[in-house]
């Protein structure tokens, strides 16, 4: 997790709390809806949906820091088609395990009094 990326983030927005917690909340929301595309992908054998989301999340990702999970989501992104299943399901495992992470870390950096339920999806 890169806390210059979340500092910068702050920054930008005068350190107004409300636009970051704002930010890591809709980022959350995002992530549990995500990991359950690629679950679907990966039963699937569907390299064409798992590169597509990996690549918008990706995005996502990066732009709030999470470097690692932005790493994995280029490693899904590169896997070629017909997809290796056990090798994608390896990398959404990891995946998983990282968005508890960096989700536990999200709501410390932003106080969970200012998210919204909507952030259990990633609790494990």
Do not use: N, W
């Amino acid at each position: 997790m890169d806390g210059y990326q979340l500092a910068d983030l702050r920054a930008l927005a005068g350190g107004d709390g409300v636009f970051l917690a704002a930010l890591v909340e809709s980022f959350i929301t995002s992530a549990a809806e995500c990991m359950s595309t690629f679950a679907v992908a990966v039963e699937a054998g569907d390299a064409e949906a798992l590169k597509g989301e990996a690549h918008r999340f990706r995005g996502e990702a990066a732009t709030l820091g999470a470097t690692l999970v932005a790493a994995l989501c280029a490693e899904l992104e590169a896997m070629p088609a017909p997809l290796d299943r056990a090798a994608a399901g390896a990398t959404l495992a990891r995946m998983e395990g990282e968005m508890r992470r960096v989700g536990e870390r999200l709501r410390a950096e932003v106080g969970t009094a200012q998210l919204s339920d909507a952030c259990d999806g990633l609790e494990g």
